[in-house]
T-cell receptor, first 114, second 117 residues
Framework: DAGVIQSPRHEVTEMGQEVTLRCKPISGHNSLFWYRQTMMRGLELLIYFNNNVPIDDSGMPEDRFSAKMPNASFSTLKIQPSEPRDSAVYFC????????????FGSGTRLTVV | AQSVSQHNHHVILSEAASLELGCNYSYGGTVNLFWYVQYPGQHLQLLLKYFSGDPLVKGIKGFEAEFIKSKFSFNLRKPSVQWSDTAEYFCAVSPWISSGSARQLTFGSGTQLTVLP
């Protein structure tokens, strides 16, 4: 099991550019979560999907953020246009139907917007 | 909605000292409880979890936690810490559901543990 795979590991971009973060959940997991981690705000849930359907996107900061899950093995988080305050580490996590297995996190994408 | 409080923001201990990190949650129903650890520059790793049954839960690396329902607490303990335990520790809670897919995991603000050699 390769775990939750995120790409890229690091992304540096200029303000105003579009950024796309990618996540491949663990095979067989049917829930996927996007979190953002900053020093000021800690770990914040942005959005989560169950069976590829967005369930709660109330944590998405604003319309510049969007997330998709076109199939069970892939999700994207897009920021357009990016701003310096979006700089953070973005984590993806997945969970199985049986919650007793817990939530498995990916290695994260460190985004820097200059 | 659920919330989690971790009152210790930074704990400094010497090797071999005992550790207890506090965690309190707020939620009107049944919950699942977790402790995660994040080593510098790394992702979150699950230390232990509580779903039901014995309120004393044992996890990896010698950590354990006790769920006290009446106090809404899930404190993390380790009898003797090592330098390699230096990391940030997060308590988290999710609503318990009898069937269906997972619900969101809400994290506390984290406790930075520094173990001095």
């Amino acid at each position: 099991d390769a775990g939750v795979i995120q790409s890229p590991r690091h992304e540096v971009t200029e303000m105003g550019q579009e950024v796309t973060l990618r996540c491949k959940p663990i095979s067989g997991h049917n829930s996927l979560f996007w979190y953002r981690q900053t020093m000021m705000r800690g770990l914040e849930l942005l959005i989560y999907f169950n069976n590829n359907v967005p369930i709660d996107d109330s944590g998405m900061p604003e319309d510049r953020f969007s997330a998709k899950m076109p199939n069970a093995s892939f999700s994207t988080l897009k920021i357009q246009p990016s701003e310096p305050r979006d700089s953070a580490v973005y984590f993806c996590a997945s969970s199985a139907y049986d919650q007793s297995y817990g939530y498995t996190f990916g290695s994260g994408t460190r985004l820097t917007v200059v | 909605a659920q919330s989690v409080s971790q009152h210790n923001h930074h704990v400094i201990l010497s090797e071999a000292a005992s550790l207890e990190l506090g965690c309190n949650y707020s939620y009107g129903g049944t919950v699942n409880l977790f402790w995660y650890v994040q080593y510098p520059g790394q992702h979150l790793q699950l230390l232990l979890k509580y779903f039901s049954g014995d309120p004393l839960v044992k996890g990896i690396k010698g950590f354990e936690a006790e769920f006290i329902k009446s106090k809404f607490s899930f404190n993390l303990r380790k009898p003797s810490v090592q330098w390699s335990d230096t990391a940030e520790y997060f308590c988290a809670v999710s609503p318990w559901i009898s069937s269906g897919s997972a619900r969101q995991l809400t994290f506390g603000s984290g406790t930075q543990l520094t173990v001095l050699p």
